[in-house]
């Protein structure tokens, strides 16, 4: 029995057929050539300058999104924008739109982005198009309805349910997805010593989850909303831009192409094209829904179909030409760098910072999170041995980014408790010391200038008397590693995430409660026998 995708790909295929034979059927090469000779080139120059305005504003766009989501490989904007000209040309290659999982293939496997940054930008850049298509829509109902034309209020109450379930989807998916790797892991946690992949499951998308909880935190949403915006409207543009120009040339008068039917022609056969059975290289149901909005308009069915297909034809001969060029382009770099095009240009974001792959802080391999250096690893390593040899207790202080309150808690116990425990401190998505903490410090003669942001991969393995997790997302990304009762949760709160004003009075008082709180409890713990093993770092 055939399954469902070799079902919908024949449909589709079957289709795609269906619709070509009767086009070319009724058709001749003259007319085609007569047609492409009647359209007006400035036509075709606008249709060409917004599409590159557009191609701009996405690459832009997933910019944005791969920085947003934490320690990655950045491409230089130029690669990027090649890599997002071929996923436009093979969006919709296949049906449901499963060509843009190219943009997944290209980024991972030849940028040797991590796919966790790969896999967030797709998934956010199609829940912010999601999201924008309600905004336009009102858009689309307020100017017709203003130019006189009766709303039906349904179109109204589509345009909110599709704002306010992007909306939900964008709120609600970084808590739902914590919940799936996190019960995931405790599940697959015990047979993932006798099955590798199981744990690299799990890594993965712990790293996806970190990826998500980053860019959630970058505060990006008002950025990437108008982006989306943006490229919607510019999006319905060239379609109905290419429209006009398509039935000027073929009814050689100036067609009458009703604001409201049309667009929504188009939005209802963009929607068609995300189908399971939709046709190949978006020829089917995109042709046969927005004939329809023609032929409401008095055009033959025969003719709307064409006319449809006619400008769907220009658009994809252009963006298969592009897309075709960009993917040459990416081989021949490809070919040239010996299969290591991923190290010669792209910068690595770390601390917040951008640095250079000549720094010697790079991804480690495809697909994978950041890992710290050797020299790193060392390091922490070597002051870990010393406060063993010393008869120190060790603690580790665990916060999202390692930027404000882990950092102010290392640097509070190893200046207080120095005689008796030895402090360190890590983030799953290290950010760089935030300068107000060191400010904080300072004013009472702690020099933390130099402490460096660590992330907790530094720390693989390592057995410490307390772990001590600081705020509610660290809490929950740490169901991975057993803790049974020396990991204790202690939540401050961020001073970031308070009021832009009087910041210097909440880092001093978030330094008193550490100090008021932390201290104490370390002092009360330090005559308790660690539970050893509990406590090792598995991450």
């Known amino acids: 029995m055939m399954g469902k995708k070799p079902l919908f790909l024949a449909l589709s295929f079957g289709l795609t057929g269906l619709l070509l034979y009767l086009i070319f059927s009724q058709t001749t090469s003259d007319q085609w050539l007569g047609l492409l000779s009647r359209i007006k080139i400035e036509f075709l120059g606008i249709y060409v300058g917004l599409y590159g305005l557009g191609l701009s504003l996405r690459t832009w766009r997933y910019h944005l999104l791969i920085k947003g989501a934490g ?267 010996g299969g290591r095009l991923h190290n010669q240009s792209p910068t690595v974001r770390i601390d917040g910072r951008d640095l250079e792959p000549e720094s010697g802080r790079t991804s480690d391999s495809v697909g994978r999170i950041y890992k710290p250096g050797a020299d790193e690893s060392e390091e922490q390593l070597l002051k870990f041995r010393n406060a063993q040899a010393a008869g120190l207790k060790t603690v580790l202080f665990i916060c999202t980014g390692n930027a404000v309150r882990s950092q102010m808690a290392e640097a509070l116990v190893n200046h207080f408790l120095k005689d008796r425990w030895a402090a360190f401190s890590a983030g799953f998505l290290p950010a760089g010391i935030s300068p107000p903490v060191v400010t904080a410090l300072k004013e009472i003669g702690i020099d933390a200038a130099r402490q460096p942001t660590k992330h907790l991969d530094l720390f693989n393995g390592l057995t410490f008397d307390r772990v001590i997790t600081l705020c509610s997302d660290a809490d929950r990304m740490c169901t991975f590693y057993p803790a049974y009762g020396n990991r204790v949760h202690l939540p401050y709160t961020d001073p970031l995430t308070q009021s832009t004003f009087g910041w210097k009075g909440l880092f001093r008082k978030l330094r008193e409660d550490m100090s008021n709180q932390l201290i104490p409890y370390l002092e009360a713990e330090n005559g308790k026998k660690g539970a050893g093993l509990d406590s090792t770092i598995h991450c």
């Open 71 to 337: 320690p990655a490989l950045v491409p230089t904007f130029g690669r990027l924008a090649l890599v997002t000209a071929v996923r436009n040309m093979l969006v919709d290659f296949l049906p449901a739109r499963t060509g843009s999982l190219s943009y997944l293939v290209i980024l991972n496997r030849v940028f040797a982005v991590d796919f966790s940054a790969c896999l967030t930008s797709f998934t956010y850049a199609a829940l912010f198009d999601l999201l924008s298509l309600g905004p336009i829509l009102a858009a689309v109902l307020a100017i017709d309805h203003f130019r006189g034309s009766v709303v039906h209020p349904l179109l109204w109450g589509l345009g909110v349910v599709i704002t306010l379930g992007g909306l939900s989807l964008i709120v609600f998916l970084v808590p739902l997805f914590q919940r799936l790797s996190g019960w995931i892991e405790r599940r697959t946690f015990p047979y993932q010593e006798r099955h590798p992949w199981l744990k690299g499951v799990a890594r993965e998308l712990t790293a996806v989850s970190r990826s998500f909880l980053a860019l959630r935190r970058a505060r990006l949403f008002w950025p990437l909303l108008g982006l989306s915006l943006l490229l919607r409207a510019i999006k319905y543009t060239l379609i109905y831009l290419l429209l006009f120009a398509v039935m000027a040339a073929l009814l050689e008068a100036g067609p009458s192409l009703p604001f409201l039917k049309i667009m929504f022609g188009i939005m209802g056969s963009e929607v068609a094209a995300s189908l399971p059975v939709s046709g190949i290289a978006g020829f089917g149901l995109y042709e046969g829904i927005l004939g329809m909005a023609l032929t409401s308009q008095g055009i033959q069915a025969s003719q709307g179909i064409f006319i449809s297909f006619a400008m769907h034809l220009l658009s994809q001969i252009f963006e298969y030409s592009l897309g075709g060029a960009a993917l040459i382009m990416i081989g021949i770099s490809w070919w040239r760098s």
